[in-house]
């Protein structure tokens, strides 16, 4: 049995000083109950706690680490940047060195601008769209999750849906009032709500592929009726790629659907594991940013040499071939997971996009938020505990995504088939 007592110790003494404990919400265990685990240090597709356990990782610091944990290069680059100096708050050509490389992979991206994190990028292009159309109304989708800006925290996915919370407390209701919500792949309903309220509606924003309730792939359908009338009413369509971006595809999940959207936001991959978000899409849009515009964005640390390098290091060793790799070990992956379940008569349902995959407790279809609500998240409960003893690390909840890296091997993929094979037998019995 794996011992977890310093995690434990830790937690306890974190807890005095933090909130319960941590920074952000998910990382508590909460919703699979115990302490969560300490982390020591990590290599490749491994990670170690502070009791010196070791765990093959599928949540990969929820997304960015699509080269494992500590890759070579990425240190390499790190280290040398960081002899350099670790910010000036004046520019750098490394960051018109990352924006030329993001648009050269993500094309529909012909201006951007560098932030902090995911939530910076989407609040700031959902002022960018108000900004622009001069109207106030947002559309977002139910289960999907967009960061913590008071716009965007109304029926979202990730934390709010582990901790079933609706709408944050905190959030003005004046601005919870002016984002419409929608079921996620509800075709119907977005015709709908831009039928009522179209000429005041600033922008849509979707992830194409949800992955923070669990990953639900959007129907081709859905998102080119998305397009179709924001395009007919002028507003503005945001995919926020935070997640899918250089993960569902190389290109990201615009590419798999040859859809293109006016605005993009990008996070996690994009800064290799340092904090990066990025926020672009059309020149005539992007030109109402301060100061080549009048919609105000800044940031102190915006555009850092460190996260810059993250960035371009990792991006550096991503390409086509890399990614079917990725995906085929994905599919391998979740295939072997659905036979477990199988096997011991446990209701599955397993999704995988590219390096995004997850398994619900759920006979299926699950295809929007009532039907991940759907599953059976006492069970996930027990069956997580049984999965840290076999040694496997996946999110701590059933409304989050897991991820593969290029580090993870054929060794890696058999063992935590085995692990899941082992974690359901000692439920089960
Ligand atoms: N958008 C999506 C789709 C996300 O998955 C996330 C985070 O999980 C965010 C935005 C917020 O990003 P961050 O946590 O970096 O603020």
């Known amino acids: 049995m794996k ?105 529909s991206m012909e201006m951007m601008r560098m932030v902090s994190s995911g939530t910076e990028a989407t609040m700031s292009a959902i002022r960018l769209a108000r900004g622009y159309t001069h109207r106030e109304k947002i559309v977002k989708f139910i289960g999907n999750y967009h960061g913590h800006s008071d716009s965007l925290l109304v029926d979202a996915g990730s934390g709010v849906a582990t901790f079933n919370i609706n709408t944050s407390p905190g959030v003005p209701k004046d601005l919870a009032y002016d984002t419409l919500t929608v079921p996620y792949n509800d075709v119907e309903g977005v015709k709908a709500v831009f039928e009522a309220n179209g000429d005041d509606i600033a922008c849509a924003i979707v992830e194409p592929i949800a992955g923070n309730m669990g990953v639900i792939p959007g129907t081709q359908e859905f998102l080119q009726t998305l397009r179709d009338v924001t395009t007919a009413h002028g507003s503005v369509l945001i995919f926020d790629e935070v ?39 059309r020149r005539d849009i992007m030109m109402n940013i301060t100061p080549a515009g009048n919609v105000y964005h800044a940031g102190t640390l915006s555009g850092n040499p460190l996260a810059m390098t993250g960035g371009l290091s990792t991006l550096a060793q991503l390409n086509e071939s890399l990614y079917a790799e990725m995906s085929a070990k994905t599919t391998r992956l979740v295939e072997g997971i659905k036979q477990a379940a199988d096997a011991h008569n446990v209701p599955v349902t397993v999704h995988h996009v590219g390096t995004m ?25 027990k069956f997580y505990k049984q999965l840290l003893q076999q040694g496997i690390y996946t999110a701590p909840s059933q409304f989050e995504t897991n991820f593969m890296s290029s580090k993870h091997t054929d060794d890696d993929i058999q063992a935590t088939i085995n692990g899941f094979n082992a974690a359901f037998d000692a439920v089960e019995n």
Do not use: C
């Open 3 to 107: 011992q977890f007592e310093n995690s434990k110790r830790a937690f306890a003494e974190a807890s005095e000083y933090m909130p319960g404990g941590v920074n952000s919400p998910v990382r508590a265990f909460k919703n699979v109950g115990g302490d969560p685990l300490f982390i020591e240090r990590g290599k490749g597709a491994h990670i170690e706690d502070i009791d010196h356990n070791v765990f093959i990782d599928y949540v990969l610091s929820w997304g960015p680490l699509i080269l494992g944990h500590a890759d070579d290069q990425v240190v390499a680059d790190l280290q040398a940047a960081t002899a350099k100096g670790t910010s000036y708050g004046a520019p750098t050509e490394l960051e018109t060195e990352l924006a030329k490389k993001i648009q050269s992979i993500v094309p």
């Open 243 to 281: 997640m899918s971006g250089f993960r569902a595809a190389y290109h990201g999940a615009q590419s798999l659907y040859g859809i293109t959207p006016d605005l993009t936001t990008l996070g996690k991959v994009v800064g290799g594991g340092l904090p990066v978000g990025v926020f672009g899409g």
């Open 357 to 381: 995959w997850s398994y619900f407790f759920n006979a299926g279809p699950v295809n929007n938020f009532d039907d991940v609500q759907a599953s059976d998240v006492a069970y996930f409960a």
